[in-house]
């Protein structure tokens, strides 16, 4: 035979999950919660339940508020789990790379700045490249962005140029990124919302969700490789074409 379930009291289950008895049962009124299994007078809760109250506090602590959680309930028929997949999901970020911290100094080194380090981390502040830490340190973001300026200024370009292109990067990376964000509203959230938010849909939006990073990176590498080919070959070769006319014109002497 299997373990018995332990049955918990609503007072018990209050006690244990740290929620009062009064907000258990406003969650049973709106249907957060499955209802308890009865016996005589007494309502009895079990790991259901509890998970169920885990959950919810879960989704409050991101934002969600109770009427989007009962409507993600829904759509999932109940299931703790899909709507916990589906809402990590949507969270999940979508860069691969672990932010490592690094000091003022350490950016100042790197950029050569100066007396203008400052200003510079302000500027990075504002793009995002860097959160700045309680301890006065700051969070990189992107290691890799950060190598890349740890390069360009060994090419002898300044860091105020690298940020400057590192600020037009973000416009169009921005511009592109809600490309992507319509693309998945328009083509599968709202005909997924139009047809009532059928449950056995919502593990396929979750899952069209989860193939869209992948999707979404691979697209605008190859985009751009494509673009940073054409845009190389036609500025060079404008540049080459120039050092040939001035050849020729010297030869001409």
């Known amino acids: 035979m299997g373990a018995r ?9 209050a006690r244990r999950s740290g929620m009062t008895v009064r907000n258990i049962r406003a969650h049973q009124s709106r249907g957060l ?6 016996r005589g007078r007494t309502g009895f809760y079990g ?8 959950l919810i506090r879960e989704l409050q602590a991101d934002g969600f508020k109770l009427e989007a959680i009962s409507r993600l309930l829904d759509s999932a028929g109940g299931s703790s789990e899909e709507v916990l997949r589906f809402t990590r999901a949507v969270k999940a ?3 691969d790379e672990q932010p490592q911290i690094v000091s003022a100094a350490e950016l100042a080194d790197r950029w050569n700045a100066g007396d203008s380090a400052p200003r510079l981390l302000r500027k990075a502040e504002k793009l995002g490249i860097l959160r700045p830490l309680p301890d006065g340190n700051f969070e990189e973001l992107s290691p890799r962005l950060g190598q890349a300026s740890a390069e360009l200024g060994a090419l002898g370009i300044p860091a105020e140029t690298a940020l400057e ?4 990067l973000r416009r169009h990376s921005e511009a592109v990124a809600k490309s992507f964000v319509s693309l998945f ?3 599968i959230w709202k005909p997924f919302k139009d047809q009532g938010s059928p449950e056995t849909d919502l593990p396929a939006v979750r899952e069209a969700l989860e193939r869209l990073r992948p999707l979404a990176s ?3 590498l190859a985009m751009f490789q494509l673009v940073m080919t054409e845009a190389v070959e036609e500025r060079m070769g404008r540049e080459v074409e120039r050092i040939e006319k001035r050849e020729g014109s010297r030869r001409r002497r």
């Open 5 to 13: 379930v332990e049955e918990l009291t609503i007072d018990e289950l």
């Open 165 to 168: 292109v590192a600020a037009q």
């Open 47 to 54: 790991p259901r339940h509890e998970t169920r109250i885990g």
């Open 93 to 95: 970020p979508f860069e």
């Open 218 to 220: 691979d697209a605008l």
């Open 33 to 38: 919660l499955p209802a308890p299994d009865v």
């Open 185 to 187: 509203i328009d083509q």
